[in-house]
């Protein structure tokens, strides 16, 4: 005998819907984006090879911290080109909500539209990382996860391996150098190409707003050659830093880092 009850088999599946409502997600808020919906920070301009920057940073809950000062990353910045600058106005020291942490977890990010006290400027975001932290990846890594391994390594990460999982404890020492050394590098990478980009379609783009722009440059450049892009100009800015002797260097002074705790 059929039984009527399973005539739909999407009922009670998430095809039809179920459970869709309880699915955790990051809330919408008007038309800020959410890394632009800041509670209470402090902001500092900063003057770098003639170019003015905004640092906002954004003060830590008790369990969170911020592993670069603000004259840590300004010595980064000295040390990139300034051709190289751009639009770029805001630097960005951000507390991510805890639902953010758990679903969109980043060491930061560039941001080409981003809104603070209604002018929009791009922006690199550096976010807060909680203490006692630990990466935890499977076993079996597909080659890009290999790769990014080896980079965290470099960074002075050290992953223990189980029989189920690489583990690696975060430290701030560590943090800091990853977001100085590679993720600051990274994320000037990511907008140098899209900088190169916009030039190379001036003239198409010139009466064209930053949205378009910036959709023209997704659409136009996949994923894997901007990540291609963004590694290597990291890479070669390293390595010149390195060889030059400028990094690793010393916490700088004028470090809001130390949160509530």
Known sequence: MRDNRRRNRNIGTARQGHGQNNRMCIPACGLLHYTERLTEYQKITHTINGHEFVFIVEKTRADYYHACSVADVAFILAHIPAADYGDLCYIVFRQPKRKESLLSPVWGRL???YEFKGIIKPAIILEALPRHHQLKWGKHLSVEDQNEMERLKKDGHVFVTDKRSHIARLTPETVRATQ???TLPHEMGHYVQYQQIVSAHLP?????PEEERENYFFERVPKAEKEKFAHAYADRLRESLLEQGVI?????RGSPNTGRG
């Open 204 to 208: 198409e783009f010139a009466e064209m």
């Open 248 to 252: 690793p260097f010393g916490t700088q």
């Open 180 to 182: 100085l050394y590679r």
């Open 111 to 113: 941001q080409y539209i």
